[in-house]
């Protein structure tokens, strides 16, 4: 399994911005959020990586190539930096190893028998429904 590169803050452009929802008077004066912006075409990761990572259908991802990712979700602004740190670390692991490609699998014999035998017995039970005649 491969290690996925650890991302050198020099890469990532932090700015700290005020967030939103509830909050209190705190929430107004404080830039306590993070917009976290990461430059995949530019960065130092392997092509492969680069690859995966555009290709993903996020809307996080713009079309330029750059990640934006709002932290909010703590008061302070150390530990928003750390969650959005975090996240973007998490997504560039969630593409280092590349998928397996699946082998299409064909059903036994046997479980191809079962299910006829058990969708005939059905489909007898199913008959025995029927409106009674006398």
Same mark, same amino acid.
């Given at each position: 399994?491969?290690? &996925?590169?650890?991302?050198?803050? @020099?890469?990532?452009?932090? /700015? &700290? #911005?005020?967030?939103?929802?509830?909050?209190?008077?705190?929430?107004?004066?404080?830039?306590?959020?993070?917009?976290?912006?990461?430059?995949? =075409?530019?960065?130092?990761?392997?092509?492969?990586?680069?690859? *995966?990572? +555009?290709?993903?259908?996020?809307?996080?991802? /713009? %079309?330029?190539?750059? +990640?934006?990712?709002?932290?909010?979700?703590?008061? @302070? !602004?150390?530990?928003?930096?750390?969650?959005?740190?975090?996240?973007?670390?998490?997504?560039?692991?969630?593409?280092?190893?590349?998928? =397996?490609? *699946?082998?299409?699998?064909?059903?036994? %014999? @046997?479980? !191809?028998?079962? %299910?006829?035998?058990?969708? /005939?017995?059905?489909? !007898?039970?199913?008959?025995?429904?029927?409106? #009674? /005649?006398?």
């Amino acid at each position: 399994m491969l290690h &996925a590169p650890i991302i050198p803050e @020099s890469e990532v452009d932090i /700015t &700290a #911005v005020r967030a939103q929802g509830a909050g209190g008077q705190n929430v107004n004066k404080v830039s306590s959020a993070i917009h976290l912006r990461f430059d995949i =075409r530019a960065s130092s990761l392997p092509d492969g990586i680069k690859e *995966r990572l +555009l290709a993903q259908n996020d809307s996080r991802i /713009t %079309r330029d190539g750059v +990640l934006i990712i709002k932290a909010q979700a703590h008061r @302070s !602004q150390e530990q928003n930096r750390e969650d959005a740190m975090r996240r973007l670390q998490e997504m560039v692991e969630a593409v280092a190893t590349p998928q =397996r490609v *699946r082998r299409p699998t064909r059903p036994t %014999r @046997s479980s !191809q028998r079962k %299910r006829l035998e058990v969708k /005939t017995s059905r489909g !007898q039970v199913k008959q025995l429904r029927g409106k #009674v /005649t006398e």
